[in-house]
Structure formats: structure tokens, C-alpha cells
């Protein structure tokens, strides 16, 4: 019995001497880490001019490793703006590939934005073929245009009324960037039917005018009879693009 109480108590020993220095190294470690936040804090105060490259760095850093990609915008000048054909699904490439010949552009680019416009409906609960079809009819898909009122881009997005919107992907001038003007222009469509509450031809006039619509010379039904040309093509159906 002697012999078990000092084995016991031979091993409540050890035990508290091995929780003293975990205490202790933990104790420690949470000091050192306290210290070289307050040095990184104090060389940010003193240097300012270095924040601003670490931002950059540490924001790069988690795009990386795919961080918070839903909510931190990818840096524009680090993905691919252009696919081949094959490589998308047999659906998309039909679309790509009508819509490049219908409006003369390069099928490459045409198909990224086809892409783009999928993975876009799955966060804005927006069909595919509608988000395409109103950048056939406000821009034609031709990135660089840019309306009497200011509207810029492929979405026809007014800038200077959404100008907040692309301050995450680097400024107003981002407007010009396809796939930025692409993914701001859905964003502002998918507000623009829920403040119609729901509607789609509301949300749609809505989103060529603001609250001052009241007719649209067609426009609704040009981009509805387009979205239908697409759900078309991409059932296979031969649709000529004349």
C-alpha cells in the first residue's frame, strides 16, 4: 500500500512539474508574440508608408491558399481572361461559340465570360442565359463601351453611381475590366429585381433606368427573347445567329 500512495505520488509530481512548464513556455510564447505584435504595431506607426505593401502581400498571401475567396475579390491581373472551347462543359461551348459568331469576337474570351456567368449564377441565383443575354444587348460584348450617360463596360454598369462596388477590385477604372465589369454589373442586377420585388421584368427595367423608367423600347424583351435563344442552343437546337 506504502508503495502504491508514493508511486501516486511520484506521478502527481511529475505531473505537476510537467503542467509548470507548459504554463510556463505558454506564458512565455503568448509574451513574445505580445512583444513582436507591439514592434510590428510601433514600426507600422512610425513607417506608415509600409502598411499599404503589407496589406498587398498579406492579401496575396490568402488568395493563395483560397481564403476568404467569397468575400475578398480575386486580383484581376492574376486570372486567366480567356479559355479554349474544349475546355469548357458541351453546353457552354455551344453558347460560346454562337455567341462568338453571332457578335464577332474572339471565341476565347467569349468563352471565359460564358464561365464566369455559371459560376456567377450559383452565387446570385441569377439564370446563366439571362446574365448573357443582357450583356449581349447592352454592350454586344465588347468591353470598352461606354454610353451618353456614363454607362461603362459589358453590364453597362453607371460607374459613377456604383463606383463604391469597384473599389475592391482596385478603383473605377476596373470598369473596364471584363470580368470585374461582369461580376459588379450581376451584383447590381440580382439588387435590382429584389427591389422590384422578385420580378424579372421590373428588376430588368429597373436595371436599365432606375425608379425614372417607365418605358424601355423594348429592352426587356430583347434581352428575355435572347435568353431564350440561348437556353435554345445550349439544348443543341440550330439557331441562326444572322
Known amino acids: 500500500m506504502f508503495?502504491?500512495?508514493?508511486?501516486?505520488?511520484?506521478?502527481?509530481?511529475?505531473c505537476g512539474q510537467t503542467l509548470a512548464k507548459v504554463f510556463t513556455f505558454t506564458h512565455r510564447g503568448l509574451a513574445i508574440v505580445g512583444a513582436v505584435v507591439a514592434a510590428l504595431l510601433l514600426l507600422v506607426w512610425l513607417q506608415p508608408q509600409w502598411l499599404h505593401p503589407a496589406e498587398q502581400r498579406?492579401?496575396?498571401?490568402?488568395?493563395?491558399?483560397?481564403?476568404?475567396?467569397?468575400?475578398?475579390?480575386?486580383?484581376?491581373?492574376?486570372?486567366?481572361?480567356?479559355?479554349h472551347l474544349q475546355d469548357l462543359p458541351p453546353q457552354q461551348a455551344l453558347v460560346a461559340n454562337w455567341?462568338?459568331?453571332?457578335?464577332?469576337?474572339?471565341?476565347?474570351?467569349?468563352?471565359?465570360?460564358?464561365?464566369?456567368?455559371?459560376?456567377?449564377?450559383?452565387?446570385?441565383?441569377?439564370?446563366?442565359?439571362?446574365?448573357?443575354?443582357?450583356?449581349?444587348?447592352?454592350s454586344r460584348f465588347h468591353p470598352y463601351v461606354q454610353s451618353q450617360a456614363g454607362a461603362q463596360g459589358l453590364m453597362q454598369v453607371m460607374t459613377g453611381i456604383h463606383a463604391q462596388r469597384y473599389e475592391a477590385y482596385g478603383g473605377r477604372l476596373a470598369a473596364f475590366d471584363p470580368i470585374t465589369?461582369?461580376?459588379?454589373?450581376?451584383?447590381?442586377l440580382a439588387e435590382a429585381i429584389k427591389l422590384r420585388g422578385g420580378s424579372l421584368e421590373?428588376?430588368?427595367?429597373?436595371?436599365?433606368?432606375?425608379?425614372?423608367?417607365?418605358?424601355?423600347?423594348?429592352?426587356?424583351?430583347?434581352?428575355?427573347?435572347?435568353?431564350?435563344?440561348?437556353?435554345?442552343?445550349?439544348?443543341?437546337?440550330?439557331i441562326a445567329w444572322e
Do not use: C
Request: aromatic share 6%.
Open 3 to 14: 508503495k502504491i500512495w508514493a508511486l501516486n505520488s511520484t506521478l502527481r509530481a511529475r
Open 58 to 83: 498579406l492579401a496575396d498571401w490568402l488568395r493563395e491558399r483560397s481564403v476568404l475567396t467569397t468575400l475578398w475579390p480575386q486580383n484581376t491581373a492574376e486570372r486567366v481572361v480567356a479559355v
Open 99 to 138: 455567341l462568338a459568331r453571332k457578335y464577332r469576337v474572339a471565341p476565347e474570351p467569349l468563352a471565359a465570360l460564358v464561365a464566369e456567368a455559371h459560376e456567377l449564377s450559383k452565387t446570385s441565383k441569377l439564370p446563366a442565359h439571362l446574365i448573357l443575354a443582357v450583356m449581349a444587348t447592352e
Open 181 to 188: 465589369n461582369l461580376r459588379v454589373g450581376v451584383a447590381v
Open 202 to 238: 421590373d428588376g430588368l427595367l429597373f436595371y436599365l433606368g432606375g425608379y425614372a423608367m417607365t418605358e424601355d423600347n423594348g429592352y426587356v424583351t430583347k434581352v428575355l427573347a435572347e435568353q431564350a435563344r440561348l437556353d435554345a442552343v445550349a439544348a443543341g437546337q440550330r
